[in-house]
């Protein structure tokens, strides 16, 4: 009997909580309510989150769209050369140069340019450490710019983009080297312009050359670049450049650069350089070309007959696809043209660039020395920028 009772309590227990487990109507509305009231406490929570985050990315970018370090870049560029002339072997890490620019604002940038030459400098060592540019330049109208500073000469082809994957040969080519003379920089001022659709103009005064007065190098050009290394300044010089660009492919230039005296006041001799280029593109042909000649005021210049100094030469190119080009080049300069004796030196170079890649180039070129130089042979490089 006793087990009969226990049993049939049990079994009332069960349907009591079976049954208290079935909630009403009123019940499932006030619990459906409070999961709504959690789903919404939950929704708001993420989304106060979400824009807490979105806030710190954004809070992130500006600071790192004002920071020094979004406007600072660096580049450059370097070339490795073998070359075989006349069974003189020899390889060079030839140049190591690095960029370096800033951009204070919309309006005002710096741009610096250092250079490690041949790989070793010091006492006794065949490098050189150089400073090629520091300037800051300033945008004075949408179409017109100051700089001030250490700048490269507005002269020449090579003078201001020289990079190797931008020419042919492996060497720079000896008229822009020996005549106008690449690389060359002073310290000064200029100013850049666009005037008209296509056609820009600069003007600049800055130090000058200060040649050697005595010796085999007496009045050489390219051995009176001072390098604004303690240059001497007593005498300043000027350059002005016309630049035309309007027909696509096409680039004409003229330059005239006048040295108050180029020999910063030993001498008293005045000097004049004109320059003048064209480079076009059509397809896959293209063509340079140059000339450049001194005219040196001097009794002493005229005496060695380096009172003229001129070159010239002509490059015509083929693109054979976007990987490979080959080009052709002669050469002509005289650094002694003001004299009656046969002195004028030429050079002729044929040879392949390989790009595996836009800004990295392979190179091979054959050269035969004539006039007064002699000697062939041929030159391998490397080289890149970033």
């Given at each position: 009997m006793k087990f009969k009772l226990a049993a049939l309590s049990a079994a009332l227990l069960a349907s009591t909580s079976i049954h208290a487990a079935e909630p009403t109507n009123k019940e499932l509305l006030e619990l459906i309510k409070k999961q709504q009231e959690k789903i919404e406490k939950l929704e708001k929570s993420v989304n106060e989150n979400e824009e807490k985050v979105e806030a710190?990315?954004?809070?992130?970018?500006?600071?790192?769209?004002?920071?020094?370090?979004?406007?600072t870049s660096i580049g450059g560029y370097g070339e490795l050369h073998y070359n075989n002339i006349e069974d003189n072997e020899s390889i060079d890490y030839h140049r190591f140069v690095l960029f370096f620019g800033h951009e204070f604002s919309?309006?005002?940038?710096?741009?610096?340019?250092?250079?490690?030459?041949?790989?070793?400098?010091?006492?006794?060592?065949?490098?050189?450490?150089?400073?090629?540019?520091?300037?800051?330049?300033?945008?004075?109208?949408?179409?017109?710019?100051?700089?001030?500073?250490?700048?490269?000469?507005?002269?020449?082809?090579?003078?201001?983009?020289?990079?190797?994957?931008?020419?042919?040969?492996?060497?720079?080519?000896?008229?822009?080297?020996?005549i106008i003379p690449a690389t060359w920089w002073e310290a000064g001022a200029g100013i850049t312009t666009k005037f008209a659709e296509?056609?820009?103009?600069?003007?600049?005064?800055?130090?000058?050359?200060?040649?050697?007065?005595?010796?085999?190098?007496?009045?050489?050009?390219?051995?009176?670049?001072q390098k604004v290394a303690e240059a001497n300044a007593d005498s300043l010089a000027y350059t002005?450049?016309?630049k035309?660009?309007?027909?696509?492919?096409?680039?004409?230039?003229?330059?005239?650069?006048?040295?108050?005296?180029?020999?910063?006041?030993?001498?008293?001799?005045?000097?004049?350089?004109f320059s003048a280029h064209v480079i076009y593109n059509t397809g896959n042909f293209g063509i340079r070309a140059?000339?450049?000649?001194?005219?040196?005021?001097?009794?002493?210049?005229?005496?060695?007959?380096?009172?003229?100094?001129s070159g010239y030469y002509i490059e015509p190119s083929y693109k054979l696809n976007e990987n490979f080009g080959v080009f052709a080049r002669y050469n002509a300069w005289d650094n002694n043209a003001g004299n009656s004796v046969?002195?004028?030196?030429?050079?002729?170079?044929?040879?392949?660039?390989?790009?595996?890649?836009?800004?990295?180039?392979?190179?091979?070129?054959?050269?035969?020395?004539?006039g007064a130089q002699n000697g062939s042979g041929f030159n391998l490089g490397v080289g890149y920028q970033f």
């Open positions: 710190s990315v954004d809070a992130i970018e500006q600071s790192m769209t004002g920071s020094s370090l979004s406007k919309k309006n005002i940038r710096f741009f610096s340019e250092l250079e490690l030459e041949h790989s070793l400098a010091g006492d006794g060592k065949p490098g050189e450490v150089e400073l090629e540019q520091a300037y800051v330049e300033i945008d004075l109208t949408d179409s017109t710019a100051l700089k001030a500073g250490l700048f490269l000469v507005p002269v020449g082809i090579l003078n201001e983009t020289h990079e190797p994957p931008t020419f042919y040969g492996v060497e720079r080519n000896p008229v822009e080297k020996e296509g056609f820009s103009a600069d003007f600049a005064m800055h130090s000058g050359l200060s040649v050697p007065t005595d010796g085999s190098k007496s009045f050489l050009i390219r051995n009176g670049r002005a450049r016309l035309y660009t309007a027909v696509p492919g096409l680039e004409l230039a003229a330059s005239y650069q006048l040295q108050t005296d180029i020999t910063q006041g030993e001498l008293g001799a005045d000097a004049s350089l140059l000339y450049a000649s001194w005219n040196v005021d001097g009794a002493e210049a005229d005496l060695i007959g380096r009172d003229e100094q046969e002195t004028e030196k030429r050079q002729s170079n044929i040879g392949l660039n390989y790009w595996p890649h836009e800004n990295v180039v392979f190179k091979v070129d054959f050269e035969n020395r004539m």
